[in-house]
């Protein structure tokens, strides 16, 4: 029965924990997505978004005892710091044309 309860957790903590907080993580970000009108505020959202998908494939990694979750968190992580990169020159070149980071003020940009 021990062995069972330690073969279910990762150094105490069960593999439950990790499941919820990452849901609630992610659930969060896309509410902000949906939700806010700030493009900096749905940019950090978004990076929620993979850092709770990063926290999962790190704790199921290391619950099944192969390397392969931390190879694709490796992987998520580039994307999201091209990501970041891309989306600040955008933000920058928005900015600079409408004088807000608005999403709203986006319609200014039409022909």
């Not at 919820?20 to 939700?35: H, R």
């Not at 020159?89 to 807000?100: D, E, K, P, Q, W």
Request: charged letters at 10%; hydrophobic letters at 60%; proline letters at 1%.
């Amino acid at each position: 029965m021990v062995q069972e309860t330690m073969a279910n957790s990762l150094h105490g903590v069960p593999i439950n924990a990790y499941l919820t907080l990452s849901a609630v993580l992610f659930s969060i970000g896309v509410l902000g997505v949906l939700y806010r009108r700030n493009i900096i505020v749905i940019f950090m959202c978004i990076e929620l978004m993979l850092n709770a998908v990063n926290l999962l494939l790190a704790a199921f990694g290391a619950f099944r005892g192969d390397s392969n979750g931390q190879v694709f968190v490796f992987f998520i992580m580039a994307v999201a710091a091209a990501e970041v990169a891309v989306g600040l020159a955008i933000l920058v070149m928005i900015y600079r044309n409408t004088r807000s980071t608005d999403i709203d003020s986006l319609g200014k940009l039409k022909w």
